[in-house]
């Protein structure tokens, strides 16, 4: 495994509609040399502190997942508990808010394209593009771990690139995607 880049080293920005900050991992851009294969993604990380409202990102299906504290979105009117043990899907075009809030914490936020983008493949025919998915369940393997908290050897949010027989020791302080 080899870490692709850490929260530490880089410096946040406003969100889209000024309501927050976030560090952002993985562009949409840097996500194309990563994985030429796969539907464009970002990856950040969000700065929460009080409720507000999400920026709109049509085109973008967003998993968001809060670390350190329960949440609650509200999502085209309709109120979600939301814990850092199960991700929470959406879409960009959604109305979404932060309702509740039990502590400041941050949350990982995956945005992939959604729309159906097409890729020939090694034989010449078209197929849709796969998407990159996260998971906080680590069943079989992943292309990328980033790490939640803090653990041996490695700083909290700091992603890494899984090789294909890489067994990764941080099953509870890490979410996979795949």
Avoid at 1 to 29: C, H, K, Q, Y
Avoid at 35 to 43: D, H, K, V, Y
Wanted: proline residues 7%; aromatic residues 8%; glycine residues 6%.
């Amino acid at each position: 495994m080899r870490v692709i880049t850490s929260f530490d080293e880089l410096e946040p920005v406003p969100w889209a509609n000024g309501a927050g900050e976030t560090t952002e991992l993985v562009s949409l851009t840097d996500s194309q040399t990563l994985t030429p294969s796969l539907r464009r993604w970002r990856l950040s990380i969000a700065r929460l502190d009080r409720p507000a409202v999400f920026s709109p990102l049509p085109g973008l299906a967003r998993t968001f997942l809060p670390i350190g504290a329960e949440v609650a979105l509200e999502i085209d009117g309709e109120v979600h508990p939301v814990t850092s043990a199960e991700p929470k899907t959406f879409r960009g075009e959604q109305t979404v808010s932060l309702v509740e809030l039990g502590a400041p914490c941050f949350a990982l936020n995956l945005m992939v394209e959604d729309s159906n983008r097409m890729v020939e493949d090694s034989s010449g025919s078209e197929s849709e593009q796969r998407a990159l998915e996260m998971s906080t369940r680590f069943a079989g393997s992943g292309q990328f771990a980033i790490t939640l908290n803090a653990v041996p050897d490695r700083p909290r949010f700091q992603l890494l690139r899984l090789d294909d027989d890489d067994e990764f020791p941080y099953r509870f302080d890490a979410a996979i995607l795949h």
